[in-house]
C-alpha cells in the first residue's frame, strides 16, 4: 500500500482519535478509513504496533475486555497531544488534501468509465447496422428487438461484473462508501447518457 502517513504521524493522530473517548483498535482502523473516505484502511499490523508503544510511552493505557482490548487516552497523551496541536492541524490539512486528491482521480475515472461504456454502446448499435440484411424490409420490430436483447446483454454483464466484485471485496476488505458513492455516480451517468439516446 502506498504510505499515507510520515514517520511519527500515524502515532499523532492515533492520539487524536481517542481524545474523545476510549476505542477498539478495530474501531480506530475503521475511523482512519473513514477519515480517508474509504481510499486508506490501514492493517491491523499497521495499528497495534504502534497502540503497543504508545502504551510503553505512557500516553495510552489499555483495558482487556473478554478477547477485545480498549484504548483510552493517559494524561501524558493528552498533555503530548496539547503540545502537538499546530502538528496535528498541518496533518489534517494534509489528510484532507489527499482525499481532494482521490476524489479528483475517482471523477476521473468514472468520466473515463462513461466514455468507453457510450464507445461501447456505439460499436453494438454499429454492429447491428452492419448484420441486418441491405435491401429487405425489416419485419415489424425485429431490428429493434435484436438492439435491445444486445443493450440488456451489456447491462446484465456490467451488472454480473460488478456484483462479483462487489462480493469479492466485502469477503475480503469490506465495501467502503467510497466504492458506493461510485457505484452511484456511474449508474446516474449512464442512465443519463442512455435515455439521452432514446428520446
Known sequence: MVQVFAH???RLYLLALLEDGPRHGYELITALSDRFGGTYRP???TVYPRLSR???EGLVVRTDEGRKATYALTDAGRAELDARRGDLAHLEEEIAETVRRQ???VRT?????MRELRADLAAAAQRARDTATPGVPDPGRAASHRRRVEAEALVRRFVDEVRADLRVADARDGVDELTVETVRTVLDTALRSVRSTLR
Do not use: M, N, R, Y
Open 8 to 10: 511519527g504521524q500515524l
Open 109 to 113: 475515472d468514472v468520466q473515463a468509465a
Open 43 to 45: 492493517s491491523a499490523g
Open 103 to 105: 476524489a479528483t482521480q
Open 54 to 56: 504508545l502504551e510503553e
